[in-house]
């Protein structure tokens, strides 16, 4: 993406926060911190806190750990993640150092092997993948100028449009385009290009390398991150009280005070007001709740007797008739030794699947496959489906920032209130958000800074 930068050395990730952690010990008024939700934001600022020499309590509303990092276990031979799967660029990221401490297996996504089927389910052949990169090219070009001259904030897909002479394309241009805007943007972002803000969306930074899979599951983090912490599964927090020095957070089952407490909450949450804040919270906070959005990514996982598919290639793409739908392919065999294939639904799209039963959303999977391979493609021997955007623990997938939104909103999210309670999860980082590497570094951040 345009904006979008590397960071080529980290090291302050990690060697920067421990030295934080060091000087914030020295200086340690031991508290009690309640720290609700534990998602991996959540963990990281019980441990940053445990370490500094608080007593602290994770209230998680789930009966799990984890939050949207929830690896399945459906398939003993084969645990797959139904949420966070892959390492983003794990070059000085954190997460790899804790991957490795955990001492799980990882293997490399490529990015780069892929094949796209057009709507007929043909591969490209020379001249349509040159024709697919002449057209990218253009959108991307159309983004940049647009950031470059825009006055007011707009959509993505408006900026593309009067970018690349959208009307006067053919019929096979737009849906090409289509199928690259949802591949490019709407997949990357979880957000309608309809909705993405031209402006700011790809704001955020990225760590270098090749992507990183857990074969065994991203749960190995969590699990690591969890051990020796008082964690209580069951709690769903309903409100959040500051009276004097003291915070109270009532639970469906009970009340618990502390001095403090970190909110891990994810952003769909906050904003559905399912928990309630008194007093209520600032008019800066609550803009930042209200204006940014959750976008929805949702899996598809097909398992097979055998492998039918061009198992040599990581990712498969194909262009569907109606924009959004089923375009986007990952073949697992290769990192699970198993006959596992994905398919991901972003945005708009993502959404509406969520409110179709499991039997037809595997037959529309299967309709794209065999549109792909031929009709003698054999029913999966099984399946798991993801609805992030129905989970009220999440209410969505990860952060993105809409047109009118602006990454100030991100750091008014992360504001503590009155220094009683603070905030951590991906979308208070406006550094690395919608990553598990944000949401982690956002969770230590909160830790410290309640020092």
Known sequence: MNRRESVM????????????????????????????GAGISGLAAARTLVSLGHSVVVLEGRTRIGGRIATSGLWADAPVDHGASWIHGPTNNPITALARQAGAPLVTTNDNSMIVYDTAGKPL??????????????????????????????????????????????????????????????????????????????????????DLYFTKGY???????AQGLAIQTGQVVTRIRVQGAQVFVDTKTGTFTADRVVVTLPLGVLKSGAVQFLPALPAAKLAAISTLRMGILNKCFLR????????????????????????????????????????????????????????MIVQEAMATLRRIYGATVPDPVGYQITRWGNDPFSLGSYSYIPVGAKPGMMDALAANVNRMIYFAGEATNRKYPATVHGAYLSGVRAGTELV
């Open 9 to 36: 050395t980290g090291g302050l990730s990690l060697l920067g926060l421990a030295g934080a952690v060091r000087r914030a010990r020295s200086a340690v008024i031991p508290r009690k911190v309640i720290v609700v």
């Open 125 to 210: 052949d020379a001249a349509g993948s040159k024709k697919l990169e002449v057209l990218r090219t253009a959108i991307e070009g159309a983004v940049t100028r647009g950031q470059n001259t825009l006055r007011t904030d707009a959509t993505v897909q408006s900026v593309i449009e009067a970018g690349t002479a959208w009307q006067g394309r053919s019929a096979q241009d737009q849906s090409w385009m289509r199928y690259l805007i949802n591949s490019d943007y709407e997949q990357e972002y979880g957000g309608s290009s309809n909705s993405l803000s031209a402006l700011w969306f790809d704001q955020d930074s990225e760590f270098s390398g090749q």
């Open 219 to 225: 749960r190995s983090v969590t699990d690591l991150l």
């Open 304 to 359: 097979f007797k055998s492998v039918f598919w061009a198992e040599k290639y990581d990712w498969l793409g194909y262009i569907p008739a109606l924009n959004g739908r089923w375009a986007e392919w990952c073949s697992l065999s290769r990192q699970t030794g198993k006959p596992i294939l994905v398919g991901f639904n972003a945005a708009d799209y993502g959404g509406q699947v969520e409110f179709s039963s499991d039997a």
